[in-house]
């Protein structure tokens, strides 16, 4: 396509930057020259605003400067004009507390770059855990006409002839320490390998799976999740959506056209059917909010209920995303659900089309990878949502990371009143703890920690570890990382930092949880319980400033996606006042 100013069907928001004479035009484009861009550029053209994750800070990342130049390439040639931007940058390794704290802070400030920029339209570059929901929140509370691209996981690591995925063999080997099954050299020996080139974890954690749901959703084109990051695939996958996004400015293509609720059921679906984290509950909760979609935690349960598990990956699996994308990635996954009947065949994508068209022709080259439904990883791969007196608005699990032996469970609860307490505790062999015992940690909720960390995988008492045991029930209101794995019940809400149950459990309460009864019960009377209840006090000191304090004063349960309550909605993008 070449650009025509006259075929435009109308008048781009940018024109109200640079378009005319007038003094201020002048001053905007004026500016704007001091790069040396020709004056043709201003021509009515659209400004694509390359919205770069790219941070030194975030390794996972760090080669998205490279690959933005695929993409201006592509919008140069589709006829738009692209001018990159950095934006705020979530570095899931790096960030203390946690990265989750700064996903909201994150979105707060592209919406806004998005809103008060010259840009008709947005690439936006991604890969690290919350830089992928982070920016689909902002673009959707803008609409402005948006395209996800990744970065595209890391090759796969090797250690010994083995594989090693991202995160997941980061766990193993730090409990293997633990036993003493292994030495601290073989460990630093094993870092090394763990790394191999650019991109995000290889394994279906975080980053893998929100890449996963921004093709399911339709914000990525057909098969963008997988492409290694060093894969030239990978470039020009950046260079045609780079073309694209001019085409989705010219049809003003918007999010909340692709984001709609039949888009929601075929990413909840999806994860399922790769074993994706769980973190993608609370993301797509939130971005659902951005564009006023309806979607609940019982969607989770209920959709993802039937969905097998069919993706051999770790931690759920086997292999690692290299694996994934020889197999045919998730456009065969995508396939394979509309054939069950379990994908919204008629959603639309940035392509323009519907979702089925670009995967209906999807060939599956590794059956030991995405495999058939009768040989699928778990038959209920999709999140179950918990719920009783212990968590009156949900908790999750995912089943296809659990031990079967323990989902029917009762057991004592061994409570750890914060992480603290935790650390302090778990390596004393005189804790009484076993196997059969419920690990309960409080306080690691959004306001608890502050920011929900990824904690609620804790480490195994380390004098179970050395007697071969490998897991056991974990609750808490944390996350956990889509890396980990095991009996992990998370999410639990309302979170003890605002006085839900979580908060009055004690050592000795036993506790059953039943999941394929979707149930989680503290055994103790209603009276004991109102009584707790009524007796409860924050440990949480409320942060007096900063940040800090908006973040405590406005974000939201798990439940509902911990976004911010005054965030939520899309506030389009209309300058609300323009001083110029
Ligand atoms: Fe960045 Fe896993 S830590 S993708």
Not at 169 to 194: H, N, R, V, Y
Not at 199 to 228: D, K, Q, R, V, Y
Not at 314 to 329: D, H, I, K, R, T
Not at 343 to 359: Q, R, Y
Request: hydrophobic share 40%.
């Amino acid at each position: 396509m070449t650009f025509k100013p006259a075929e435009w069907p109308r008048k781009l928001r940018s024109q109200e930057w640079y378009g005319g004479t007038s003094r201020d035009t002048i001053y905007h484009r004026g500016w704007l020259k001091n790069q040396g861009h020709p004056h043709d550029v201003f021509d009515g053209r659209p400004v694509i605003g390359i919205l770069n994750t790219w941070s030194e800070l975030t390794p996972c990342n760090g080669h998205l400067r490279e690959l933005a130049e695929k993409v201006k390439a592509g919008i140069w040639e589709a006829g738009g004009f692209p001018l990159e931007v950095p934006v705020f940058s979530a570095s899931e390794n790096t960030f203390r507390p946690t990265a989750m704290m700064y996903r909201n802070l994150a979105a707060m400030a592209v919406e806004e770059v998005m809103r008060a920029q010259p840009i008709d339209g947005a690439v936006l570059m991604v890969g690290c855990d919350k830089t992928t929901p982070s920016l689909i929140m902002g673009a959707a509370s803008t609409d402005i006409p948006s395209i996800v691209v990744t970065g595209g996981p890391m090759l796969n690591g090797w250690f010994r002839g083995e594989r090693v995925g991202s995160g997941t063999a980061l766990w193993q080997m730090s409990e293997d320490i633990k036993a003493g099954k292994m030495t601290q050299e073989d460990f630093l020996e094993a870092e090394q390998a763990m790394s191999r080139s650019t991109g995000t974890c290889n394994t279906m954690g975080t980053a893998s799976t929100m890449a996963s749901m921004a093709e399911a959703l339709g914000m990525a084109l057909s098969g963008n999740a997988a492409i290694p990051a060093v894969d030239a695939r990978r470039r020009v996958m950046a260079q045609m959506s780079g073309r694209r996004i001019v085409e989705m400015v010219r049809d003003d293509l918007k999010p909340s056209d692709v984001m709609t609720k039949a888009a929601f059921e075929n990413a909840i679906r999806t994860n399922g059917a790769i074993g994706g984290s769980t973190n993608a509950v609370v993301h797509l909760l939130a971005m659902a909010g951005r564009v006023g979609v309806d979607v609940t935690l019982d969607d989770w349960d209920r959709l993802g209920r039937d969905v097998p598990t069919i993706v051999n990956l770790m931690p759920s699996g086997q292999y690692l995303m290299e694996e994934f994308f020889y197999a045919g990635g998730l456009p065969v996954v995508l396939k394979r659900l509309g054939e069950a009947g379990m994908l919204n065949k008629d959603a639309l994508t940035v392509s323009g089309g519907p979702i089925w068209d670009e995967v209906k022709d999807a060939v599956n080259w590794n059956e030991d990878v995405i495999r058939p439904a009768d040989k699928a990883l778990a038959t209920s791969g999709g999140i179950a949502v918990l719920r009783g007196n212990l968590a009156p608005g949900g908790a999750v699990i995912k089943p296809s990371a659990a031990s079967e032996h323990l989902m029917v469970h009762r057991g004592r609860a061994v409570v750890f009143e914060d992480i603290d307490d935790y650390k302090a505790r778990i390596g004393d062999d005189a804790l009484e703890i076993d196997e059969t015992c419920i690990m309960v940690l409080k306080y690691c909720g959004p306001k608890g920690y502050p920011g929900m960390p990824e904690v609620g995988n804790m480490g195994l008492p380390p004098k179970l570890l050395r007697k071969g045991i490998t897991d056991m029930v974990r609750i808490s209101d944390a996350r956990m990382s889509g890396t980990a794995y095991g009996t992990v019940i998370l999410h639990t809400a309302p979170e003890a930092a605002v006085g839900g149950p979580l908060a009055v459990v004690r050592t000795g309460d036993m506790i059953e949880v039943n999941v394929p009864d979707r149930r989680l019960h503290l055994d103790i009377s209603e009276e004991e319980l109102e009584q707790r209840l009524a007796a409860w006090q924050s440990r949480v000191e409320p942060p007096a400033s900063g940040y800090a304090k908006l973040f405590h004063d406005h974000v939201e349960g798990a439940d509902t996606g911990v976004d911010f309550d005054f965030l939520k909605g899309c506030r389009g993008r209309e300058v609300p006042r323009d001083s110029h």
